[in-house]
């Protein structure tokens, strides 16, 4: 029983010194919400949020990150703000960064990661104001604000690759300074977030952070099936200290179904070695799920055989793809065999339906999944660790998350999941009106 206490003291610290001077309001928000939009202005789809910074406040466009660490901002660039610090070398702001390089001016710093390109540089860690809406789970509420907000400046260089006036990425990893981790420190709120990205570039997705209710039409945090978060010890970011752990979320897929079929699978791929190789992640910057060759080639067999028509020359990054023409559709989009994920125990599975499995192009349609060995560039695909050699034998990419309601609770270690066609609603469903 010591530990739980251990780590109540440490997040109450960090609660006051992340929000020292927070806001000179008695309201503390039960929640926070911002919308999610799909941009396809970039070579790859990526999703993008919006939140307020500096002083005076300016809108800043972000690339979500759900596996990243923390959040950063393209300073180089227009980057003008009168309540800008810079954490000093042996700081507290330092310290929850974890290891951490210092400059000549004796400024704190790391390496702000694209997780889209893999390009990483140095940048220094500053604090300054960042500005949301609070959430009834209903509605956007009034505006809230935390006066110092940890993020970490990065460049042109690692801005190149995102979405049209995208100037950095929004992390909702597993780091004491992750969005969800600043944001339940400063507010005293739980330790969770929840995400739904839409698949429509005409309506928006949306990210809270805090607990539910989350009211798209209805409260999905009543339906949410849960399976535990593991970590991988090794990171698997474009850039980290040697010893580092990964701070993206990744889950027990046990076996993987096809029809209902078991799919035979060399099942050692599918844990996390001492090298922090195999295991499943969850990612919103892979626009597609990235999987190891042989696990790929099972699938898409099994799916073919399963769906009985034929195949056509695929449209790269995919390798199985048919004619529009021979798949019939329905509410849950094209109707083709099921794939499920088992994961830690039978009755727990993940269903990805036709909607995401399936990725139409007119008159082509692909299995929606990519060979990690079939030569993919991270244009196409997004950044892999260890290319055709992944170090993550399934990453789960954002298209099969997309109309799925995913909640992380960092403080108990699970996902929360249900795909929102089963219930009849979408991700597109929260009403952005304010209530304030």
């Known amino acids: 029983m010591i530990a739980p206490v251990r780590v109540f003291t440490f997040f109450s610290f960090l609660s006051l010194f992340i929000t020292s001077s927070i806001a000179q309001t008695s309201f503390r928000p039960k929640a926070l919400v911002l919308p999610v939009t799909k941009d396809v202005s970039a070579s790859t789809p990526q999703y993008v949020t919006q939140i307020k910074q500096r002083t005076p406040l300016v809108p800043v466009k972000l690339t979500v990150d759900v596996g990243g660490g923390y959040l950063w901002v393209n300073c180089e660039h227009g980057y003008v703000s009168s309540t800008s610090k810079p954490a000093r070398c042996g700081s507290a702001q330092c310290s929850l960064f974890g290891l951490t390089g210092c400059s000549g001016e004796k400024i704190c710093g ?21 500005s949301v809406n609070s959430t009834n789970g209903n509605n956007p509420g009034r505006t809230v604000s935390v006066p110092n907000f940890l993020f ?8 190149k690759g995102l979405a049209t006036g995208v100037t950095g990425m929004a992390g909702l990893g597993r780091t004491k300074v992750s969005l969800p981790s600043q944001f339940s420190s400063a507010f005293s709120f739980p330790r969770k977030f929840g995400i739904c990205l839409s698949s429509s570039t005409m309506t928006d997705g949306v990210l809270f952070f805090g607990d539910g209710p989350y009211n798209l039409n209805m409260d999905v945090s009543k339906v949410l099936t849960f399976t535990p978060l593991l970590t991988n010890p090794v990171s698997t970011a474009p850039s980290a200290f040697l010893g580092e752990p990964s701070v993206e979320y990744f889950i027990g897929v046990k076996s993987i179904l096809v029809s209902d079929q078991k799919v035979p699978l060399n099942t050692t791929l599918l844990s996390i070695d001492g090298n922090g190789i195999g295991g499943t992640k969850i990612s919103t910057v892979n626009p597609y799920t990235v999987l190891e060759t042989t696990i790929y080639k099972a ?55 036709g909607a995401n499995s399936m990725v139409r192009f007119d008159d082509v349609i692909c299995l929606g999944f990519v060979d990690a060995g079939s030569g993919p560039t991270s244009a196409q695909v997004g950044f892999v660790a260890g290319g055709s050699n992944p170090m993550t034998s399934i990453t789960i990419g954002a298209h099969q998350l997309e109309n799925n309601f995913l909640q992380f609770d960092l403080a108990t270690s699970r996902l929360g999941f249900r795909s929102l066609f089963l219930e009849h609603t979408n991700c597109a469903n929260f009403n952005f009106t304010s209530s304030a």
Not at 110 to 130: A, E, K, M
Not at 152 to 159: A, D, F, K, M
């Open 152 to 159: 970490i400046c990065g460049s042109n260089v690692v801005q």
């Open 299 to 353: 699938i898409s067999e099994a799916f073919v055989k399963s769906l009985g028509v034929p195949t056509i020359t695929p449209l790269p990054p995919f390798g199985t793809c048919f004619a529009t023409k021979d798949i019939s559709f329905s509410r849950m989009g094209p109707d083709v065999p099921s794939i499920k994920l088992v994961l830690h125990n039978k009755d727990v599975v993940w269903p990805i339906i």
């Open 110 to 130: 790391r390496s702000p990661s694209n997780t889209v390109t893999g390009v990483s540089t140095y940048g220094d860690i500053h604090g300054d104001v960042v």
